[in-house]
């Protein structure tokens, strides 16, 4: 199966706005599970501030597999520009620091924006919240890989 179709696919209707509160998902390459190791998955909220100046992180978590980010878009940025800074960022740690070869991001992201009446902290909750219902954890004081503003 090939990615590049599926990556079109999910940039069908992609619209950047200014202001706009996404959450993002992005998938390890084959769904590999990098970030069991603490210190690669640390080079993931690393790279998330360093893009402060163009997204307002609200909420985070990284999985073993795959990361879940609620952000917020500042003024002039486009969204697939920053989610690929994201992945760019990552992968020159990783690849620099611990080795890696090859790819570390499936192609293209999934995206949803939010609804201006929707409750942010429900759906930090559920976000946050993944490492518990992935059986990784039986509190979340046990893992590290997350933070929300509202916590």
């Known amino acids: 199966m090939?990615?590049?179709p599926q990556s079109?696919?999910?940039r069908r209707g992609r619209h950047s706005e200014t202001g706009r509160i996404y959450h993002i998902r992005l998938a390890c390459w084959s769904r590999e599970r990098?970030?069991?190791e603490m210190?690669?998955?640390r080079e993931v909220v690393y790279a998330m501030r360093k893009l402060d100046s163009e997204?307002?992180?609200l909420c985070f978590v990284v999985m073993p597999d795959h990361v879940h980010w609620?952000?917020?878009l500042k003024k002039?940025?486009?969204l697939s520009s920053v989610v690929q800074k994201l992945k760019s960022l990552v992968t020159k740690k990783l690849h620099q620091q611990f080795s890696l070869q090859g790819n570390i991001w499936q192609s293209g992201f999934f995206d949803r924006a939010i609804r201006r009446d929707e409750d942010l902290q429900a759906v930090a909750r559920y976000i946050v919240m993944?490492?518990?219902r992935a059986g990784l954890v039986n509190s979340l004081r046990q893992y590290s890989l997350w933070d929300a503003v509202w916590l």
């Open 2 to 4: 090939s990615a590049k």
């Open 8 to 10: 079109r696919n999910l």
């Open 34 to 36: 990098l970030f069991t």
């Open 39 to 41: 210190l690669m998955g």
């Open 55 to 57: 997204a307002n992180t």
């Open 70 to 72: 609620l952000m917020e």
């Open 76 to 78: 002039g940025v486009n």
């Open 130 to 132: 993944n490492p518990l």
